[in-house]
């Protein structure tokens, strides 16, 4: 792993990346078990940390441009 801050915990994404709100990323990040999140790689949790892979989030996020979590989906 190069030292670029790959892996983020979700304040910092929000902080570094001000397109995404709290509230919102909270809501995807509930949903990451059937929202893809998991399988892409794009998280992962150290204990009870919960941390973001970056590029791997930007590019899910580029192939799911629609995704909304599982309570807003009818």
């Given at each position: 792993m190069?030292?670029?801050n790959t892996l983020?915990?979700?304040q910092q994404f929000v902080?570094?990346?001000?397109?995404?709100?709290?509230g919102g990323l909270?809501?995807?990040?509930?949903?990451?078990?059937t929202n893809g999140l998991v399988?892409?790689?794009?998280?992962?949790?150290i204990g009870r940390k919960l941390l973001?892979?970056?590029p791997?989030?930007?590019a899910w996020a580029e192939k799911n441009p629609e995704i909304k979590g599982e309570k807003n989906e009818k």
């Amino acid at each position: 792993m190069d030292n670029n801050n790959t892996l983020q915990t979700p304040q910092q994404f929000v902080a570094n990346n001000p397109a995404f709100k709290m509230g919102g990323l909270r809501n995807i990040l509930f949903f990451r078990n059937t929202n893809g999140l998991v399988s892409s790689g794009a998280v992962c949790n150290i204990g009870r940390k919960l941390l973001i892979n970056v590029p791997k989030f930007l590019a899910w996020a580029e192939k799911n441009p629609e995704i909304k979590g599982e309570k807003n989906e009818k």
